[in-house]
């Protein structure tokens, strides 16, 4: 017969392989979706940059394995301690993942890069310039990655993610602002 500790103990490592397979999956399948249907109304687009998708998953990981350590640990401090800190850590990653996005809307663009608490809110006219760089990979030409100038000297570069759906509405908007738009072929 099973005593209520190694009922525990199912329930700790059920939980765990649960976050563990979540820790895939979840990043893009809820995370994501959970920043946009919080980020204003008023966006057009939303996106995430790559390091938000790993340190979710590795947030969650972390989670599954504070679970483990309250399962397997036989010593009370080391397991209290062991998952106390793996807990935080993973939540941590959870929260940087929560807190990396950017947008567009019709007023300018708004960052929260990787591992930054607070966002960044440019209007069109603040940009100098968007540079589209142009590779070639498998015999085909493509934007390899999107650069924003500023006039207060930031700049921002991005090689992934929805950045290259909203170019468009980017390039667009910045012309229109007054900035200009250049292409950079990286072969040459």
Known sequence: MYDFADQKRIVYI?????????SAVAPVAVFYPVKVIFITPAATAVGTSFVSLITGGLGLALIAAGFFALALLENRMKRYLA???LFAVGILGVLLSLSDYYYVTPDGFTYNGPFSISSQS??????????????????TRSVQS?????????????????????????ISNIKEAGGSHERINLEE
């Open 122 to 139: 440019y209007q069109w006219e603040d940009f100098e310039k968007i540079e589209e760089r142009i590779g070639t990979q498998d015999n």
């Open 83 to 85: 998952a106390g800190l």
């Open 14 to 22: 059920a939980f765990a392989i649960i976050l563990l397979i979540s």
């Open 146 to 170: 999107i650069a924003l100038y500023f006039k207060n000297g930031d700049i921002i570069e991005m090689s992934s993610g929805k950045i290259y759906e909203m170019s468009g509405t980017l």
